[in-house]
């Protein structure tokens, strides 16, 4: 190990001689940094299927995108409802760069969702929340949620027709919360009417304390990942369930950090075939998140970020229209008419969806990780995902007349 | 002297969970101490009692029965949060022949189902809500889609022919 340490430092402070290294190895000795490098980039991964495995690093990318361009965007932009729209409107007029900044932030964030979603398909169909991975799996639905919650306060900040609609139309939905539902509503619009308080807070939520939740939750994620090293998927474990004992215990006599994964299914706990996480998994992680940084720069920069009219609450003929990630509960709004049902609609049949994604790890309680060999979870799966689909296309024809 | 030892090692354990209570008691009041303001001004809102001022909206002599027409009216948002220009609303002013009395709405344009604008249209004689295709009748009474109840109306009075509201909502 020690041996091997050394071999590394030699090796990261090649390029510097003379003074440089002397320095590096000055810094090294009280920093680290050499351990750290080690740590952080020679893992072992699972070596086929390896471009499927980058849509986690491209959400972790595009997060970061996101902060970025939101730290800059707070240059110009005011969280008051009588200069949001005008501190945008200049953006947009007057500052070119500024206005494609902002243009990089919503287009990151809609690639943000297909991402996150793509990761999560992936994630599903491979199983890759099986023992020991579980609590990642729940990890990852709870960053998943606050980046719901980070889009849909997002999109009420510009306090233009479109963010004003959509912020009374998510502020008037807690009034259905049983008992409380009034004095719900009260809290998170800062008084009785949607009114400045309302923008400031939902500011605060968006830039504080969603992102505060948020960045750890990411930290959590990743040392879970590593703590039990990247599950990959079935490709990765061929003929894994049919070795023998002596077969499995010459293959785990080889077994390199972070592997072997425990407690793990019998055959499970390292993937027959591995790869270095840096260069291989890096590269392909590069490259998949370089293609996605520069469509969002090039739909930022070709169709920019809309700026609707500013908010006009006496507006008469308006049509308020979600973003096209809430679609789909949207139309649920449509199909739960009246009173009590409103509840169901809002509630009840969104929290029953979101307990049981949270429970998913715990609900498939199949043995193998092939989908085909896992039509109990990947059926109702199925249909889950072509619900969502056919309510987000209901919804696009009543808004939009196709 | 092992009696000696083993009660100094007893009082030292006291000492010990005295300490570790101490922390858990010191370390709950900090986070009380910060905690309560924060929760306190997050409820604040809840319990929040407001002043609204009648507004004048128009001169509704030739106002027609039969026909909602709708006046933008600049609402004080009665003192919530702090001074901002009164907000522009739309008010229905709704005239209805009740056995030759006439009765006169101001019915709110906010939708009783998620509070889009509601508008009053012509063709079909309904007040219609674009989101998610709430209709109400000429008096505000929710007849289809998803709305749970009728339109709000605002508070109003009449000083001669000349219209006030003001910003408070009763239901229809």
Redesign the interface.
């Known amino acids: 190990m020690a041996a091997e340490r050394s071999r590394l430092a030699g090796r990261l402070s090649r390029p510097f001689a003379g003074v440089m290294a002397t320095t590096y190895r000055w810094v090294d000795e009280r920093l680290g940094v050499t351990d750290l490098v080690h740590q952080l980039l020679y893992e072992a991964v699972p070596r086929r299927g390896a471009w499927a495995y980058s849509l986690g690093s491209a959400t972790l990318i595009l997060i970061v995108n996101q902060i970025v361009t939101g730290m800059f965007l707070l240059w110009t932009y005011v969280p008051s ?2 200069e949001a729209w005008e501190s945008l409107n200049f953006t947009e007029r007057h500052d070119e760069f500024g206005a494609i900044v902002r243009g990089m932030h919503l287009w990151g964030a809609y690639v943000l969702f297909v991402v996150i979603g793509l990761h999560m398909v992936r994630t599903f169909v491979s199983g890759s929340y099986k023992k020991p991975r579980e609590l990642n799996w729940i990890v990852g639905v709870v960053l998943f949620l606050l980046v719901l919650g980070l889009g849909i306060t997002g999109a009420m900040l510009p306090w233009d027709q479109a963010a004003y ?1 959509t912020a ?2 998510v502020t ?2 807690v009034e259905y919360f049983p008992i409380f539902g ?3 509503q ?2 998170l ?9 309302t923008l400031t807070r939902f500011f605060a939520i968006h830039i504080w304390l969603l992102p505060a939740l948020l960045v750890p939750l990411i930290g959590l994620h990743l040392i879970l990942l590593r703590r039990h090293g990247e599950h990959g998927s079935w490709v990765n474990y061929e003929g894994v369930e049919e070795e023998t004992a002596e077969e499995r215990a010459r293959r785990m006599a080889h077994v390199e950090y972070p592997y072997p994964a425990i407690p793990s299914d019998p055959g499970y706990a390292v993937p027959v075939d591995l790869d270095e996480f840096f260069p291989s998994q890096v590269f392909k992680d590069s490259v998949v998140s370089f293609g996605l940084v520069l469509l969002i720069f090039v739909m930022a920069v070709v169709v920019g970020a809309p700026l609707e009219r500013a908010a ?9 229209t979600p973003e096209w990630f809430f679609l789909p509960l ?1 139309q649920m ?2 199909q ?4 009590w ?2 509840p169901v609609g809002v509630f009840i049949v969104p929290g029953i969806g979101t307990t049981l994604l949270i429970l998913v790890p715990f609900l498939d309680r199949t043995p193998g990780r092939e989908p085909w060999r896992r039509p109990e979870v990947m059926i109702p799966a199925l249909f889950v995902v072509l619900f969502l689909l056919f309510e987000a296309l209901l919804a696009v024809n ?1 808004l939009f007349n196709l | 002297m092992p009696d000696q030892e083993l009660a100094i090692s007893q009082r030292r354990m006291s000492r010990r969970k005295f300490m570790t209570l101490g922390i858990q008691v010191t370390g709950a009041g900090i986070g009380l101490l910060i905690g309560a303001p924060i929760v306190g001004s ?2 604040s ?2 319990f ?1 009692k ?1 002043r609204y001022p009648w507004v004048m909206v128009a001169d509704i002599q030739h106002v027609p029965v039969g026909v909602p027409t ?1 006046y ?1 009216v600049l609402l004080d ?2 003192g ?3 001074q ?2 009164p ?4 008010v229905y002013v709704v005239k209805l022949n009740l056995n030759g009395k006439v009765q006169l709405l101001t019915l709110s ?1 906010v939708c009783t ?5 509601v ?1 009053w249209d012509i063709n079909l004689n309904v007040f219609l809500c ?4 709430g209709l109400y009748s000429i008096d505000g009474t929710n007849i289809g ?5 009728p339109l709000f109306r605002y508070q109003h009075k009449l000083v001669g022919t000349t219209l006030y509201v003001r ?1 408070v909502l009763t239901e229809g």
């Open positions: 409802t009588t609609w009374t139309v008037h939905v009034t004095q719900l009260e809290i619009r800062g008084g009785p009417q949607m009114g400045p308080a006009n609450p006496a507006a008469l003929n308006y049509v308020p949207d709004l449509v739960f008419p009246q009173a049902m409103i009543r | 997050i409820l809102p809840a929040y407001g709708a933008v948002q009665g919530d949060a702090w901002v220009p907000v522009p609303r739309t344009n189902h998620m509070q889009c604008d508008h674009p989101c998610h295709g889609g998803p709305p749970p109840q910003n």
